[in-house]
T-cell receptor
Framework: GNSVTQMEGPVTLSEEAFLTINCTYTATGYPSLFWYVQYPGEGLQLLLKATKADDKGSNKGFEATYRKETTSFHLEKGSVQVSDSAVYFCALSGLSNSGYALNFGKGTSLLVTP | DGGITQSPKYLFRKEGQNVTLSCEQNLNHDAMYWYRQDPGQGLRLIYYSQIVNDFQKGDIAEGYSVSREKKESFPLTVTSAQKNPTAFYLC?????????????FGQGTRLTVV
């Protein structure tokens, strides 16, 4: 079944620093890939997505490119802000060992300091 | 506005009691999901439903039960058989029952056993 591996945090950056959060996946077929963000005490919000190889998802300055050759979907942002502090989850669609549901990484906590 | 509503936001339960968490969506989505979130463990799938009157176990279904009598509603019951129920519970829905599209999340219910 499909699965996703995400770099562990926490990640601490100064404001305006460059952000990379690594995500790699294992999948059969052609899954869609997603990044979600979770602010403290809240549910998950979709940040961006890509549905096929070489697609680039982007939103709010964040980007991720669906790389089939390296089975990766790394999240990047050129200049982080304090308000970006949150937990970020990489997710994969399709059939996993759990069933027909999005399969999530364990999340990466990001703290941006002024 | 369309969305997913979970209630209550906070819930306290005595040991040995069953408790039901509510999840309602007005997005006309076929699929609905329940995830459990614990610190450092990401999201784990409890149950999912691809269509009304049908549901499937996820990774950690033991001690939980669900029903899907209406398309809009997918309540989760945490039974006394669940050994460690204190956690953050997230409900989600998606338009695609094969897990190929993004999921939309509610704001979560934090359950504490006292």
């Amino acid at each position: 079944g499909n699965s996703v591996t995400q770099m562990e945090g926490p990640v601490t950056l100064s404001e305006e620093a460059f952000l990379t959060i690594n995500c790699t996946y294992t999948a059969t077929g052609y899954p869609s890939l997603f990044w979600y963000v979770q602010y403290p005490g809240e549910g998950l919000q979709l940040l961006l997505k890509a549905t096929k190889a070489d697609d680039k998802g982007s939103n709010k300055g964040f980007e991720a490119t669906y790389r089939k050759e390296t089975t990766s979907f790394h999240l990047e942002k050129g200049s982080v802000q304090v308000s970006d502090s949150a937990v970020y989850f990489c997710a994969l669609s399709g059939l996993s060992n759990s069933g027909y549901a999005l399969n999530f990484g364990k999340g990466t906590s990001l703290l941006v300091t002024p | 506005d369309g969305g997913i509503t979970q209630s209550p936001k906070y819930l306290f339960r005595k040991e040995g009691q069953n408790v039901t968490l509510s999840c309602e969506q007005n997005l006309n989505h076929d699929a609905m999901y329940w995830y459990r979130q614990d610190p450092g463990q990401g999201l784990r799938l409890i149950y999912y439903s691809q269509i009304v009157n049908d549901f499937q176990k996820g990774d950690i279904a033991e001690g939980y039960s669900v029903s899907r009598e209406k398309k809009e509603s997918f309540p989760l019951t945490v039974t006394s058989a669940q050994k460690n129920p204190t956690a953050f519970y997230l409900c989600a829905s998606s338009i695609d029952s094969q897990g190929n599209t993004e999921a939309f999340f509610g704001q979560g219910t934090r359950l504490t056993v006292v």
